[in-house]
C-alpha cells in the first residue's frame, strides 16, 4: 500500500510562514517527479510548485513563484514546501502528488499517487 501524507498545515496571519511536508510510505518515490496542488471552495485545483526526481529542477505556479520553495531531501521519500508571505488567497487544502512519468509538471493528470490533503488558512 503505497501512501502520501502531508502534514504542516495551520492558521496563520497574513504574511506568515508554513512549511508543508509530504511523505511517503508503502514503496519508494525517489525516482518519482513531486508536486503541489491546492484547490480552495468552489475552486478549481491549482498547480503550486513541483520537482523531478534529482531535485534540481523545480516549476512554480505564478500565484506563488518568489514566496514559496519546494524541495526533497536526497533520495529520502519527504518533500517540503516553504511558504512565506502568506496571503489570505493562499488559504486552501494543499494536497502533495507522485508521478513517475511527469514530463508536464502543471497538469494534474501526471501524476498518479496523492496525498489526503492538509488545510492551510491565511487571516486577513
Known amino acids: 500500500q503505497a501512501q502520501l501524507v502531508e502534514s504542516g498545515g495551520g492558521l496563520v496571519q497574513a504574511g506568515g510562514s508554513l512549511r508543508l511536508s509530504c511523505a511517503a510510505s508503502g514503496r519508494t518515490f525517489s525516482s518519482y517527479a513531486m508536486a503541489w496542488f491546492r484547490q480552495a471552495p468552489g475552486k478549481e485545483r491549482e498547480f503550486v510548485a513541483a520537482i523531478d526526481w534529482s531535485g534540481n529542477s523545480k516549476y512554480y505556479g505564478d500565484a506563488v513563484k518568489g514566496r514559496f520553495t519546494i524541495s526533497r531531501l536526497g533520495a529520502a521519500d519527504t518533500m517540503y514546501l516553504q511558504m512565506n508571505s502568506l496571503k489570505p488567497e493562499d488559504t486552501a487544502v494543499y494536497r502533495c502528488?507522485?508521478?513517475?512519468?511527469?514530463?508536464?509538471?502543471?497538469?494534474?493528470?501526471?501524476?498518479?499517487?496523492w496525498g489526503q490533503g492538509t488545510q492551510v488558512t491565511v487571516s486577513s
Open positions: 502528488a507522485a508521478g513517475r512519468y511527469a514530463g508536464v509538471p502543471g497538469l494534474e493528470v501526471q501524476y498518479d499517487y
